[in-house]
């Protein structure tokens, strides 16, 4: 299939877009404001006082208090997801989808993962910070998943994202026979998850039983868009079924975790910009600049968080000005994000799809309206 052809632009552009929202939130908002979290994930000495935050990157953030460019970033990932991976399941076995998500997550992981643990071990020896993992630690964070197994704080303060990502493909997989038939009835699943999460807060059970489920309702809007796209849905029942998804996931939210509550107004507007890209598909075409940035999304995403944070904290320790050590970090871990597409994930996602291809199903025609779509579509988060 032509590569023109072979995606839905609208989704592949908003990919690069949340990966870049995610870039932002974090160099230009989190790394001068949050600064013993900062401090925390990188392992290296705050960030004294005299370095104020830059009053041209405060307009950023100040015009509109309730929007955070990273969760902003990760709802689009979420809904790109939850639009895209219903595509993969219609002529796949459950073992073949979960065979080739499992090719396109966990080797770029281990690489992005690999130059976490390398930053914080360099700025160890910059700043005479003794290493602050044991092997097992570092072992556990390398699948993931294993470190909310084993009750363990995140390394990289990303990988979260990637394990609901990975709940979602899982719930996905159970429910393989309702994708395949574009069956309403995929939508009890959520409604299933919610019932079990209002079960969970009222016996405290614990955030990692808790902080997924949220996240997983609202990745089914992104579903929603998809029957929408495919003819399997009218408008109308997919405005309230959007509806009572995003109610449904602003009240759990709100519930399990009231620190958070306040983030439903930047997922809102997600599922907005999300809506206005799948009405108006012509504003979101394909360019170089598209397609490179939806093309490196998920290595950036991987790597950009803890050394990026590393980078500008020794360039300003080394008088750089804050602008140049911006574009330094920014023009570093995008080519860095580059290099890993290439000589990581391009070569383990053709992998694995040729492994998922032998436990394919016979081809199924095409459902009304269908248009082909990448498979391709991650995350990230913030």
């Not at 609208?10 to 790394?31: D, E, K, M, P």
């Not at 895209?84 to 396109?104: A, D, E, K």
């Not at 975790?257 to 907005?272: C, H, R």
């Amino acid at each position: 299939m032509d590569r023109t052809t072979s995606r839905v632009d609208f989704a592949n552009t908003l990919r690069g877009i949340a990966a870049v929202c995610v870039l932002i939130s974090h160099y230009t908002y989190n790394f001068w404001t949050l600064r013993d979290a900062v401090a925390s994930l990188a392992h290296a000495p705050l960030l004294p006082e005299h370095f104020a935050f830059p009053t041209y990157l405060r307009w950023l953030h100040a015009t509109v208090p309730q929007f955070n460019w990273g969760a902003f970033g990760v709802a689009l990932f979420f809904l790109v997801s939850g639009f895209v991976i219903p595509f993969s399941l219609r002529n796949m076995t459950w073992q073949g989808f979960l065979v080739g998500r499992l090719f396109r997550i966990i080797p770029l992981y281990m690489a992005g993962f690999s130059i976490t643990i390398l930053s914080i071990w360099l700025v160890g020896r910059y700043f005479s910070v003794p290493w602050p993992f044991s092997i097992s630690e570092v072992a556990i964070h390398y699948l993931p998943g294993l470190r909310e197994f084993f009750g363990m704080p995140s390394i990289d303060g990303i990988v979260w994202t990637l394990e609901i990502e990975i709940k979602f493909y899982l719930v996905c997989a159970l429910a393989v026979a309702l994708f395949r038939r574009g069956s309403i009835w995929v939508f009890a699943v959520p409604a299933a998850l919610g019932a079990c999460e209002f079960y969970m807060i009222h016996n405290s059970f614990g955030p990692a039983f808790l902080v997924p489920v949220p996240f997983l309702i609202f990745m089914f809007i992104g579903v929603v868009f998809h029957y929408l796209h495919v003819g399997a849905l009218t408008a109308e029942r997919s405005l309230f079924l959007s509806a009572s998804l995003f109610f449904g996931f602003s009240i759990l939210l709100g519930q399990a975790m009231p620190g958070l509550a306040s983030m439903a107004w930047t997922y809102g507007f997600a599922v907005l910009v999300f809506a206005f890209a799948a009405s108006f598909p012509q504003l979101f075409q394909r360019t170089r600049i598209g397609d490179f940035f939806a093309d490196i999304s998920y290595p950036l995403y991987v790597i950009h968080g803890v050394a990026g944070y590393v980078g500008l904290r020794v360039l300003l320790d080394l008088g750089a000005k804050a602008w140049l050590s911006l574009i330094i970090v920014t023009a570093g871990a995008t080519a860095l994000a580059w290099v890993l597409h290439v000589l990581v994930e391009v070569p383990s996602h053709s992998l694995g799809k040729r492994l998922a291809a032998r436990l394919r199903l016979p081809i199924v025609s095409q459902l009304p309206g269908t248009a082909p779509v990448p498979t391709n579509a991650l995350p990230a988060a913030a």
